[in-house]
């Protein structure tokens, strides 16, 4: 247990609630497999296309999809190999998902390393966001509780990159336009409300200026 090592195999089993389509997943079905890995230190190698790795090929309604074929590793496997990931196939005539694992990214198109932009720091809610997903609870050894939790903080921190961050370029191009468009109150010095909608308008330009030029640094740091 105190080696690198990775096992890839059909468990048959369920670790969480999104795991299965056609059928409610119930949490007893999870806790044995969910404190097995817990216990093994095990956890989900990166992964890339199909989610649900088996279906019963029945039609209609009658259609059931699950995740049950899976790449566990231990951490330090992925200090070995940080960027190897498995590649989920199409079933095509199978019922299982063939499974090839990949030892390098290249330009395989796996998935990114997850990097933390200061401007999130910024934003009202992020410590909620974080304190909500660290308190997710979770069962099994440490170490398994603290990766999981760290990858519900990233998927509400992703979210609210999502909601709020998207396109920040157009966002910030937009609000300079705006300002200078606003810069024309010169011509008319006596009306106030003009200038307090100027001095508003700057504020929220110096705002989205932050964040964006954050957003840039971040950006060249990771070339």
Same mark, same amino acid.
Request: hydrophobic letters at 35%; one cysteine or more.
């Given at each position: ?28 079905? +999870? ?8 216990? +093994? ?55 299982? +998902? ?7 990214? @290249?330009?395989? @198109? ?96 110096? @705002? ?11 950006? +060249?740091?990771?070339?």
């Amino acid at each position: 247990m105190e080696r690198a090592w990775i096992v890839a195999s059909d468990f048959n089993c369920l670790l969480e609630e999104g795991d299965r389509l056609g059928r409610l997943v119930l949490d007893r079905e +999870c806790k044995e497999f969910r404190d097995c890995l817990g216990n +093994c230190q095990l956890q989900d190698l990166k992964r890339v296309r199909a989610h649900f790795t088996w279906t019963n090929e029945q039609a209609s309604e009658a259609r059931v999809y699950s995740k049950i074929d899976r790449v566990l590793v231990k951490e330090d496997w992925t200090l070995v190999f940080p960027t190897a990931y498995a590649h989920f196939q199409p079933e095509q005539w199978l019922d299982h +998902c063939p499974t090839a694992i990949h030892l390098e990214d @290249g330009n395989s @198109g796996g998935a990114k390393p997850f990097r933390y932009f200061d401007m999130w720091s910024s934003h009202p809610s992020v410590k909620d966001i974080v304190r909500t997903a660290w308190s997710h609870g979770v069962s099994g050894m440490r170490i398994f509780q603290v990766s999981r939790k760290l990858k519900e903080v990233k998927a509400r921190l992703k979210t609210l990159n999502r909601q709020e961050y998207s396109e920040i370029r157009a966002r910030y191009m937009a609000c300079k336009d705006r300002l200078m468009s606003q810069k024309k109150i010169q011509e008319d010095k006596g009306n106030k409300q003009r200038w307090e909608e100027e001095g508003n308008m700057r504020a929220q330009f110096l @705002g989205i200026r932050k964040d964006y030029y954050s957003f840039l640094n971040k950006k +060249c740091k990771a070339k």
